[in-house]
């Protein structure tokens, strides 16, 4: 249970992150597990540095060092960020910087309600239930009967089931369920076609009010997620593109012309020219590539009940003011002289 909460030491069952020189590997710490046929034997981890043991990992210190047949490696606790880099792909997934950034806008806080809808392979949602412990929960939807069902056992095994809710629905044809109407704080939805989720947001977000995400590769998408925002009284509607961009801090050796020679240089006995010298810098350099696209964060506040009701208000004015005025622009020309004619 190793993802619950911070420990000093591996217990059985844990799940922990073997750090190999800069590669990363996550191991369920059992000391038996059944082989191709079904038979118990004992779990032998191989990685490129030898074969390691997994039950001599049970009462080690987070942290440290372990020996492996051709070398050593260092045993850390599980974070969502290190899960995301290790865990078994079913799906695409959202790595670490996009990760944050929907932390942010959504707003979350321990106790938030948020729900998900596209779990996939997860590691989104371990952020998430991070965020919003102990009195939070997420519900996170998938469509895939399949992928619903292991996400939710992969909590039950990382001791999260408590606070997390995996379910198998169609949500863009569903919606949430009854149950979770008016009682989100955040919406994310990571869906090919998130306009069509929108209503069902609107219904799951508390009449206090609440935010809105979706994740969407493609800026068709994000034109037609807009016009939807805007057209059931969402406000403060933006969308962004996280790209992480790692500049080195390293030392350079330039050469350097000792141009000293110019000041007393004549026509008459002209000065020879000193060699160059060489001087080191601290620079930062930038990456020779970067990533040219992620995703589009299409973020938005849906405004409480009062001001959505107010604004519709306001709207309706505003359309029958319009309506009228167009009647009276297609009136015929003595329209109104021969109503007052026939009244007399």
Same mark, same amino acid.
């Given at each position: 249970?190793?993802?619950?909460?911070?420990?000093?030491?591996?217990?059985?069952?844990?799940?922990?992150?073997?750090?190999?020189?800069?590669?990363?590997?996550?191991?369920?710490?059992?000391?038996?597990?059944?082989?191709?046929?079904?038979?118990?034997?004992?779990?032998?981890?191989?990685?490129?540095?030898?074969?390691?043991?997994?039950?001599?990992?049970?009462?080690?210190?987070?942290?440290? @060092?372990?020996? $492996?047949?051709? =070398?050593? *490696?260092?045993? !850390?606790?599980?974070?969502?960020?290190?899960?995301? /880099?290790? +865990? #078994?792909?079913?799906?695409?997934?959202?790595?670490?910087?996009?990760?944050?950034?929907?932390?942010?806008?959504?707003?979350?806080?321990?106790?938030?309600?948020?729900?998900?809808?596209?779990?996939?392979?997860?590691?989104?949602?371990?952020?998430?239930?991070?965020?919003?412990?102990?009195?939070?929960?997420?519900?996170?939807?998938?469509?895939?009967?399949?992928?619903?069902?292991?996400?939710?056992?992969?909590?039950?095994?990382?001791?999260?089931?408590?606070?997390?809710?995996?379910?198998? @629905?169609?949500? $863009?044809?569903? =919606?949430? *369920?009854?149950? !979770?109407?008016?009682?989100?704080?955040?919406?994310? /939805?990571? +869906? #090919?076609?998130?306009?069509?989720?929108?209503?069902?947001?609107?219904?799951?977000?508390?009449?206090?009010?609440?935010?809105?995400?979706?994740?969407?590769?493609?800026?068709?998408?994000?034109?037609?997620?807009?016009?939807?925002?805007?057209?059931?009284?969402?406000?403060?509607?933006?969308?962004?593109?996280?790209?992480?961009?790692?500049?080195?801090?390293?030392?350079?050796?330039?050469?350097?012309?000792?141009?000293?020679?110019?000041?007393?240089?004549?026509?008459?006995?002209?000065?020879?020219?000193?060699?160059?010298?060489?001087?080191?810098?601290?620079?930062?350099?930038?990456?020779?590539?970067?990533?040219?696209?992620?995703?589009?964060?299409?973020?938005?506040?849906?405004?409480?009940?009062?001001?959505?009701?107010?604004?519709?208000?306001?709207?309706?004015?505003?359309?029958?003011?319009?309506?009228?005025?167009?009647?009276?622009?297609?009136?015929?020309?003595?329209?109104?002289?021969?109503?007052?004619?026939?009244?007399?």
């Amino acid at each position: 249970m190793s993802f619950r909460n911070y420990k000093s030491k591996i217990d059985e069952g844990d799940t922990v992150i073997l750090y190999l020189s800069n590669n990363l590997h996550a191991i369920e710490v059992k000391p038996e597990i059944k082989n191709k046929k079904g038979e118990m034997v004992e779990n032998v981890y191989q990685t490129t540095f030898g074969a390691l043991k997994v039950r001599n990992l049970i009462g080690v210190d987070y942290g440290s @060092r372990v020996d $492996l047949s051709k =070398g050593w *490696g260092h045993v !850390l606790q599980p974070t969502p960020e290190s899960w995301s /880099l290790t +865990l #078994p792909h079913r799906t695409q997934i959202i790595y670490t910087p996009d990760i944050s950034m929907i932390m942010l806008q959504l707003d979350l806080v321990p106790g938030s309600v948020v729900i998900e809808a596209g779990t996939g392979s997860g590691s989104l949602t371990h952020a998430l239930i991070r965020r919003i412990r102990p009195h939070g929960h997420v519900y996170t939807f998938d469509f895939h009967d399949h992928r619903a069902k292991v996400a939710q056992e992969e909590f039950d095994d990382h001791g999260l089931a408590e606070f997390v809710t995996a379910r198998h @629905r169609d949500v $863009l044809a569903e =919606g949430f *369920g009854d149950e !979770l109407s008016g009682k989100a704080d955040a919406v994310f /939805l990571d +869906l #090919p076609s998130p306009w069509s989720g929108i209503p069902h947001a609107v219904v799951a977000i508390k009449n206090e009010g609440g935010r809105f995400c979706s994740f969407s590769p493609c800026i068709e998408q994000v034109q037609r997620t807009c016009s939807a925002l805007e057209s059931h009284g969402f406000q403060d509607i933006s969308t962004m593109e996280v790209l992480q961009t790692e500049i080195k801090v390293t030392k350079r050796t330039v050469p350097v012309r000792d141009l000293s020679f110019l000041r007393h240089k004549s026509s008459e006995s002209p000065v020879d020219e000193k060699p160059n010298s060489e001087k080191s810098f601290v620079v930062g350099t930038w990456p020779t590539s970067t990533p040219g696209h992620t995703g589009y964060l299409t973020v938005a506040t849906l405004p409480p009940t009062f001001i959505r009701k107010k604004c519709n208000q306001v709207q309706e004015s505003s359309d029958q003011l319009k309506t009228i005025e167009n009647g009276e622009k297609d009136k015929p020309n003595g329209a109104e002289e021969m109503s007052i004619d026939e009244n007399q």
